[in-house]
């Protein structure tokens, strides 16, 4: 299991329906904090299965991480490939 310090942060990007952010709980054992995605119903479904996390609706290139950690470190953000194309 990765740990993580308790004052580190996950934060999900391109969060879409929640795979990576459930891979991220099974690796060490919390949700991330933030999960940011611009496509409003796959934020809805992520918000189902992860109830502890705040949602983001947003461009991701819009987001501004360092407003969204408040100052505490970020020990782990996953950046998954953009689907916008696909």
Same mark, same amino acid.
């Given at each position: !299991?990765? !740990?993580?310090?308790?004052?580190?942060?996950?934060?999900?990007?391109?969060?879409?329906?929640?795979?990576?952010?459930?891979? !991220?709980?099974?690796?060490?054992? &919390?949700?991330?904090?933030?999960?940011?995605?611009? %496509?409003?119903?796959?934020?809805?479904?992520?918000?189902?299965?992860? #109830?502890? #996390?705040?949602?983001?609706? #947003?461009?991701? %290139?819009?987001?501004?991480? &360092?407003?969204?950690? !408040?100052? &505490?470190?970020?020990?782990?953000? %996953?950046?998954?490939?953009?689907? #916008?194309?696909?």
């Amino acid at each position: !299991m990765l !740990m993580l310090a308790n004052s580190e942060i996950i934060v999900d990007n391109f969060a879409g329906l929640g795979g990576a952010s459930l891979g !991220m709980f099974q690796a060490t054992g &919390r949700s991330p904090e933030h999960a940011i995605n611009h %496509w409003p119903e796959g934020i809805g479904i992520h918000a189902l299965n992860h #109830t502890e #996390t705040e949602h983001h609706v #947003t461009d991701v %290139w819009l987001a501004k991480p &360092r407003d969204l950690a !408040m100052g &505490r470190p970020v020990g782990l953000a %996953w950046f998954s490939p953009d689907c #916008t194309h696909f």
